[in-house]
């Protein structure tokens, strides 16, 4: 299974893959068959986080410039850049048997709905993880921001594995209060 997005860049001026440093396809690679990319069995889902910085927003990221292209007018866009749609996915899979690729592609709006529950524990788990990582990228999130997040989307938790995360992240957070009231 291979996944692309693009950014319309009339909506987003800077956007950050959150993991799969380690899984990214060239361009060109894409389309070819004969290069595999992440295997994903039936009836199992995949999560992809980007944090996006919307055009027009200020300060709250650093984006590096690039330098310019020697063929081709930097900045010139299609006319779809015009729409609603912030980004396009496409989305390629291959059946267990099978030699050649199936492409799904679908536009994301601006209008779509708020974020699920599913979606914003996930931003609470990434959270976490940065945070552990101490990733430049924390900004001022705290572990008490990603303990209220993952409470706030708890939602329904059969399995029990929501609020497990719920418990480590709370004994980290309240192990790291504990070392700052000794100093």
């Known amino acids: 299974m291979k996944i692309q997005v693009e950014f319309n860049p009339n ?15 060239r361009d060109e690679d894409f389309n070819d068959d004969t290069k595999d990319a992440g295997e994903l069995g039936a009836g199992h889902s995949v999560t992809a986080l980007y944090e996006v910085v919307p055009v027009g927003v200020e300060g709250t990221v650093d984006v590096q410039g690039v330098d310019l292209l020697r063929y081709r ?5 299609r006319p779809s850049a015009d729409s609603a749609e912030l980004l396009f996915v496409k989305l390629r ?19 779509e709905p708020a974020a699920s529950t599913d979606l914003r524990f996930a931003a609470a788990v990434a959270g976490f993880g940065m945070l552990l990582r101490q990733s430049e990228y924390c900004g ?3 572990l008490g921001d990603v303990l209220k997040m993952a409470r706030d989307a708890q939602g329904d938790d059969e399995e029990g594995y929501r609020s497990e995360f719920i418990k480590l992240v709370d004994a980290v957070n309240t192990t790291e209060l504990l070392a700052q009231a000794t100093y």
């Open 140 to 142: 001022d999130l705290s």
């Open 93 to 111: 899979y291959k059946e267990p048997d099978g030699d050649s690729s199936r492409l799904i592609q679908q536009p994301v709006t601006d209008s």
């Open 11 to 25: 909506r987003v001026q800077a956007y950050r893959l959150i993991g799969y440093e380690n899984r990214l396809l």
């Open 73 to 77: 007018t930097p900045g010139t866009v």
